[in-house]
């Protein structure tokens, strides 16, 4: 089983349309948790952290899932500017601090 | 305020020859980071530094390639003898110990022919 897991898509939305991904990890003592974003050819940049109670940033809601392992990343009245890869971050060893990425999700917004 | 600084931004070379990648990291960031990013493998960690000390280096393919962190504003990723399947672009990373997120370089595109 990979350390941190994701569906590669790709999502096919329209414009306005709410999507949500999802990313699995497999070590319980896992400590932070993240979502990047990534456009063709670029570098991976934060999108958000992830917090034990949940967390908002304007259209985008993260939300932790200790019991079943798993974070997602929630995506409303999507853009076309929105079109990008999602990629989750989890860091396996706490303050040590080994930040494994998972394959990246894609998501096409569509006019 | 500067980034995470790569150099080159892309190399093209051919096989069994050697290749040096450089990388800055933020001023004041206690750790560094190495990925490679394929489109079959997507981003793997290859090697990571804590306070220019090499904390986990399983990530890393095979004996030619190497890292190290001679100090704490500079880390290099030696690749030799180079071969087609490095292919890849390549990026580091840094942050502030503990559990915070990580700022990325642009990268490097590397083409070994």
């Known amino acids: 089983r990979k350390e941190v897991e994701q569906d590669p898509g790709p999502f096919n939305v329209p414009e306005g349309a709410t999507v949500a991904f999802n990313c699995t990890y497999s070590?319980?003592?896992?400590?932070?948790f993240f979502w990047y974003r990534q456009d063709c050819r670029k570098e991976p940049k934060l999108l958000m952290s992830?917090?034990?109670s949940g967390n908002e940033d304007g259209r985008f809601t993260a939300q932790l899932n200790r019991a079943s392992q798993y974070i997602s990343l929630l995506i409303r009245d999507s853009k076309l500017s929105d079109s990008a890869t999602y990629l989750c971050?989890?860091?396996?060893?706490?303050?040590?601090?080994?930040?494994?990425f998972g394959q990246g999700t894609t998501l096409q917004v569509k006019p | 305020d500067a980034g995470v600084i790569q150099s080159p931004r892309h190399e093209v070379t051919e096989m069994g020859q050697e290749v040096t990648l450089r990388c800055k990291p933020i001023?004041?960031?206690?750790?560094l980071f190495w990925y490679r990013q394929t489109m079959m493998r997507g981003l793997e960690l290859l090697i990571y530094?804590?306070?220019?000390?090499?904390?986990?280096d399983s990530g890393m393919p095979e004996d030619r390639f190497s890292a190290k962190m001679p100090n704490a504003s500079f880390s290099t990723l030696k690749i030799q003898p180079s071969e087609p399947r490095d292919s890849a672009v390549y990026f580091c990373?840094?942050?502030?110990?503990?559990?915070?997120?990580?700022?990325f370089g642009n990268g490097t595109r590397l083409t070994v022919t």
């Open positions: 001023s004041g960031h206690n750790s």
């Open positions: 070590n319980s003592a896992s400590q932070s």
């Open positions: 971050v989890v860091n396996m060893r706490g303050n040590t601090g080994k930040l494994i």
């Open positions: 530094f804590n306070n220019n000390v090499p904390i986990d």
């Open positions: 990373a840094s942050n502030a110990l503990g559990n915070s997120p990580l700022h």
């Open positions: 992830v917090y034990s």
